[in-house]
């Protein structure tokens, strides 16, 4: 081989590699391009599942508060507000109400008008301090006592922000019976629609003071669960939906 077919061939070679260098490179710009452009898409995709789970996620809460229902209708009352003192009704404003307070009276056998007139008595014999706002009677009877703006004697720490229903009894077991019990389901969503309340915020007097207290109730834990499921079905089955200007704060 002479001088000049050698020169020829260092020339070829060097030529083959630069070519497969500017090749390599390509694939290289080009595979860079395609996982880019491949990241891109995904990128894209991801933002957008984000934003759709969002939007699904704000229009079920949305839907959640639209179709919120509460009871708006106030069961029959008979109003027999005791006369003002400091021993049972005081007076004392009740601004805010954050619970309702489930008690039981205690004595068997008798009615609301009778524990609302004990109550009354207590201006007199100044006996101890005592009160409720509502008393249930044995026939489903309801009386009020107190107006729901101002404090009653019923639930000790929180006799400032609750409402209070004492429930008569037929016997010792402490077991309301069908009628009391029928009427104080619909007194207490009324009044839960009314404050803005849920069924967690429906306690027991022994929620507060550990006192046994409504007695059965507090013995069979079991029936106070199922009383706040039967306040959430009775809503569900007689409500409405709520609305901004449907429910209250202050006691009235």
């Not at 704000?58 to 109003?79: G, K, M, R, S, W």
């Not at 008595?121 to 009160?131: H, I, Q, V």
């Not at 109730?217 to 706040?228: M, N, S, T």
Request: charged fraction near 30%; proline fraction near 3%.
């Amino acid at each position: 081989m002479d001088e000049y077919d050698k020169i020829a061939r260092q020339k070829r070679e060097a030529y083959r590699k630069r070519h497969r260098e500017q090749v390599r490179r390509k694939q290289l710009i080009t595979n860079a391009a395609i996982v880019g452009a491949v990241a891109l898409i995904i990128l894209i995709i991801v933002l957008v599942a984000v934003f759709k789970g969002r939007s699904a996620r704000q229009e079920e809460v949305q839907a959640q508060v639209t179709t919120t229902l509460y009871n708006p209708t106030q069961p029959d009352l008979d109003v027999e507000l005791l006369t003002p003192n400091e021993y049972s009704r005081p007076q004392i404003a009740l601004e805010k109400v954050n619970g309702i307070v489930v008690h039981y009276t205690a004595n068997p056998g008798t009615s609301a008008k009778q524990n609302r007139d004990y109550f009354e008595s207590l201006a007199e014999t100044k006996k101890t301090k005592a009160s409720s706002h509502f008393v249930i009677g044995l026939e489903g009877e309801i009386v009020q006592c107190i107006p729901c703006n101002e404090i009653s004697y019923a639930s000790n720490d929180r006799n400032h922000d609750t409402i209070s229903i004492e429930c008569c009894i037929e016997d010792e077991t402490g077991k309301f019976n069908d009628k009391t019990y029928q009427s104080l389901i619909e007194l207490t969503t009324w009044l839960m629609g009314r404050y803005n309340l849920s069924a967690d915020d429906v306690i027991r007097h022994y929620d507060v003071t550990g006192k046994a207290c409504p007695k059965y109730f507090v013995d069979h834990e079991d029936a106070w669960e199922q009383f706040h499921k039967d306040l959430d079905t009775y809503i569900e089955q007689n409500g409405v939906p709520k609305d901004s200007s449907s429910t209250e704060k202050t006691g009235k």
